[in-house]
């Protein structure tokens, strides 16, 4: 479905009635902003949002499946919603843009075909490469044997990930043909992802630093945003198993002008434009995962949503009306609207429980929370976004998942920043908690070797 047979809507509403969707951290940060806007009416949330998600609106008890998608727009008519902001790829994937589309609302996110960029690793490549986006060397596979058979003709390091969505985790980095062969095992063989390993695609393996690069997308204008490094292994120095995202900072002096302008022409510029061929027409968030490799960037993924935690330093650094922006880019008017960002830079720090990205034990006491936010100096910030949060019947913020809470510093340089986040993360208390001391740590290496490249605003 495209977004062109979305009928024409009027202008940002005076008092904007907002449903937002999502649980997590991501969510937390976009409310948050949200609620900055004059034109806010009423925020809505699931009904099962984090704590601090919860304390920022109402809690919405519409059923949320889509085999319920009726009873859901006739909720969003009694409450007069008149913009929908889908956070998590999940319910993209399954198509809730196209359902719940109505000339009384608009709903920030692409349409199924348009998040198929996401769910789907191996279409992703197909549109990579008719559009000539550059991007890993690689092939597809949904028979295990073929695919065993390619890689044990092959010598170079492979990257094997699951085709579907797999919460930022289906992705291992191989060094060798026999870690590689191990890989498709855990995928293919025992379905450690479910369903989203019943493809794989295998590529080369790229070197180089990774940034992550959004842009809000309304079919025709592409807005690119201030571009963020994620850190996702779960130890220090980048070891260890990737996981959701264990920390983020914004904005990354390793993408320069040149940079920006290269991934803007060659993969967001190209991919929007090879959707459109394809009768697609994106709107939403366009997040191109790229390597920056000797032989310039190239793409790693593409995700259709805000990512996370790398949306908790942009909102904070966001400056504007984000209600406005989201209504726009949903209704194809984003031509002429230009965005600023607070000059600081930011600095997210994840906080997360003992066993993460494995098992964990929900139900934890979380203390500090107050406290930590205060530890910030004349002219710096410290927001706590929480993710895997929830109260307890004694009125107790207690754990629920791995990542616990995202704490985000504003300061003037990204060293100060990342200081004053892990001050204020080590506030942060509960049985088991832990989190990475060493977000940015690339860059902050290389200023200190070189004191004239000090990372700042990009």
Known sequence: MSHDALPAMTDVPATCNVLLLGTGGREHAIAWKLRQSPRLGTLWVQSDANAGLAALGR?????????????????????????????????????????????????????????????????????????????????????????????????????IKASGLCAGKGVIVCEDREEALAALARIMGSREFGDAGSTVVIEERLSGQEISVLALVDGKTITVL????????????????????????????????????????????????????????????LYAGMMLTAGGPRVLEFNTRFGDPETQPLMARLQGDLVEILWRTAGGELDGNELSFDPRSACCVVVCSEGYPGKVRPGQVIEGLETAAKVAGPGEDVIIFHA????????????????????????????????????????????GAFFRRDIGHRVLAAAGRNPANAPGRG
């Open 388 to 431: 895997g949060t929830a109260k307890d019947p004694q009125g107790n913020t207690v754990t629920t998942g791995g990542r616990v809470v995202s704490v985000t510093a504003l300061a003037a340089d990204l060293r100060r920043a990342q200081e004053l986040a892990n001050l204020a993360a080590s506030r942060i208390r509960f049985p």
């Open 226 to 285: 201030d571009p963020c490094q994620d850190h996702k292994q779960v130890g220090e120095g980048d070891v260890g198993p990737n996981t959701g995202g264990m920390g983020s900072y914004c904005p990354t002096p390793l993408a320069t002008d040149a940079i920006m302008e290269e991934v803007s022409r060659d993969v967001l510029v190209s991919t929007v434009d090879a959707l459109r061929r394809e009768g697609i027409e994106f709107r939403g968030v």
């Open 59 to 159: 809690r919405c008890d519409a059923p949320l499946s889509p085999r319920e998608r009726f009873f859901l727009k006739s909720w969003l008519d009694k409450n007069d919603i008149h913009l929908v902001v889908v956070g998590p790829e999940g319910p993209l994937s399954e198509g809730i843009v196209d359902d719940l589309a109505a000339p009384n609302r608009r709903i920030f996110g692409p349409t199924r075909e348009g998040a198929r960029l996401e769910f789907d690793k191996s279409y992703a490549k197909t549109v990579m490469r008719l559009a000539s986006v550059p991007t890993a060397d690689g092939r597809s596979f949904s028979n295990y044997e073929q695919a065993r058979t390619y890689v044990e003709a092959r010598d170079t390091p492979l990257v």
